[in-house]
């Protein structure tokens, strides 16, 4: 799965020269946590967070009056708190890839451009989507998490138990395990009993970590 797939396409963006009050307000009535932030020519220089706003102030106010400080509040410009340095990605960049940028470097998006031209961003409230259908956390159906030995053909094997329950699979998700040797498997299954799937599991799995009834329906 490719960036272009998840994307927010509508991108709505701000100016540098915007009161940091606007911005805010503008996030709240949009129910959105940043903006990219664009020049006169529409070439992006910056991105702006929830928390870069919230963040800025006057410096040594503590002789302010409420009025004073407000008025200085006011001329404090997105320019003034953005980012400059953003990192992007292309819409072919691979949602995994996006997800380890993020990760290492503790943002919580990438605006997504094309030959310079923004055209998304993906976000991490759009991989956490992501993360509930890759575990079928919305689905109704028996979840069952296993430590399976990290051999070829074991996962096969599993999977052969459920088809023999003629179950459904319809999520599943690998995970580092205990160790070098083993990988923590998480599948949601429908059309199976619970302690039939438990008896049928057991001869493959290391270890049944996990299983239970989901009603998510």
């Given at each position: 799965?490719?960036?272009?797939?998840?994307?927010?396409?509508?991108?709505?963006?701000?100016?540098?020269?915007?009161?940091?009050?606007?911005?805010?307000?503008?996030?709240?009535?949009?129910?959105?946590?940043?903006?990219?932030?664009?020049?006169?020519?529409?070439?992006?220089?910056?991105?702006?967070?929830?928390?870069?706003?919230?963040?800025a102030s006057p410096s040594?106010?503590?002789?302010?009056?409420?009025?004073?400080?407000?008025?200085?509040?006011?001329?404090?410009?997105?320019?003034?708190?953005?980012?400059?340095?953003?990192?992007?990605?292309?819409?072919?960049?691979?949602?995994e890839e996006a997800a380890?940028?993020m990760a290492d470097n503790?943002?919580?998006?990438?605006?997504?451009?094309?030959?310079?031209?923004?055209?998304?961003?993906?976000?991490?409230?759009?991989?956490?989507?992501?993360?509930?259908?890759?575990?079928?956390?919305?689905?109704?159906?028996?979840?069952?998490?296993?430590?399976?030995?990290?051999?070829?053909?074991?996962?096969?094997?599993?999977?052969?138990?459920?088809?023999?329950?003629?179950?459904?699979?319809?999520?599943?998700?690998?995970?580092?395990?205990?160790?070098?040797?083993?990988?923590?498997?998480?599948?949601?299954?429908?059309?199976?009993?619970?302690?039939?799937?438990?008896?049928?599991?057991?001869?493959?799995?290391?270890?049944?970590?996990?299983?239970?009834?989901?009603?998510?329906?």
């Open positions: 799965m490719l960036v272009s797939e998840r994307m927010t396409r509508r991108v709505i963006t701000i100016h540098p020269d915007m009161p940091i009050q606007e911005a805010l307000t503008l996030m709240k009535k949009e129910r959105v946590r940043r903006f990219p932030v664009v020049d006169a020519s529409g070439n992006m220089v910056g991105i702006v967070s929830e928390k870069d706003l919230l963040n040594d106010v503590t002789s302010l009056s409420v009025w004073e400080l407000t008025y200085l509040l006011s001329k404090i410009t997105v320019e003034r708190v953005m980012t400059r340095d953003v990192i992007t990605v292309t819409e072919d960049t691979p949602l380890r940028i503790k943002i919580g998006s990438l605006p997504v451009v094309r030959n310079s031209d923004l055209v998304g961003i993906i976000t991490e409230t759009d991989l956490f989507k992501i993360f509930l259908e890759l575990l079928g956390a919305r689905d109704a159906g028996v979840r069952l998490t296993v430590l399976l030995n990290d051999v070829p053909g074991k996962l096969l094997e599993m999977v052969g138990k459920i088809r023999d329950l003629d179950g459904n699979i319809i999520a599943l998700g690998t995970f580092m395990g205990e160790s070098a040797h083993d990988r923590l498997v998480t599948v949601k299954v429908e059309g199976v009993d619970l302690e039939q799937l438990r008896e049928a599991i057991e001869p493959v799995a290391e270890k049944i970590v996990d299983i239970r009834e989901t009603k998510y329906a």
